[in-house]
């Protein structure tokens, strides 16, 4: 994975096992993943209301997926940015402390269960397809049972999603 050097803060990437040994002795993390594939607003809106559930002492921890499950889940046209351009504007942002690749979809789960957050921050929009049983891995409810974490629901900002997006890629 190549270095990414940002100029106004330093966001660490970290490949998963690397993670899960630095952070899983944390003790006030927030944990997210996603596509985030044409970043917005309303991906900036989230970043900013995960971060401020741990504060600034927190750390907020970002899992991307790779390119590989984003096709198999959302289509062969997709993701319309690579994954090193995902990662490499996701660590310029100042409330992201973390960015880490993952090459998994359902098993998600699995490396939040590793890195043992404290919060799991989820739009309100993903928590109900895990409530409708649209997500076919361990739920997030699982998760924050077993690790005794809290979720917290995060709106979705002004109905911004990238699919909005999506017909200047045609």
């Known amino acids: 994975m190549k270095k990414y050097h940002s100029f106004y803060r330093q966001t660490k990437v970290l490949e998963p096992m690397d993670a899960i040994k630095a ?72 409330c992201i402390d973390y960015v880490i690749p993952w090459d998994g979809w359902e098993d998600i789960s699995d490396l939040a269960l590793s890195i043992q957050p404290h919060y799991l921050a989820v739009t309100q929009k993903s928590f109900e397809h895990t409530r409708r049983g649209k997500w076919q891995g361990k739920t997030w409810q699982y998760v924050a049972e077993e690790l005794g974490a809290v979720i917290k629901e995060i709106p979705v900002f002004r109905n911004y999603a990238s699919s909005r997006y999506s017909h200047l890629f045609d």
């Open 23 to 94: 952070l899983s002795h944390d003790n006030n993390l927030v944990f997210t993943s996603g596509v985030f594939d044409v970043l917005h607003l309303g991906h900036i809106h989230f970043f900013r209301e995960a971060k401020n559930i741990v504060g600034e002492k927190g750390k907020l921890v970002v899992a991307v997926h790779a390119d590989e499950i984003v096709r198999e889940k959302k289509g062969e046209d997709r993701p319309y940015m690579k994954l090193e351009e995902r990662i490499e504007l996701l660590s310029e942002l100042i």
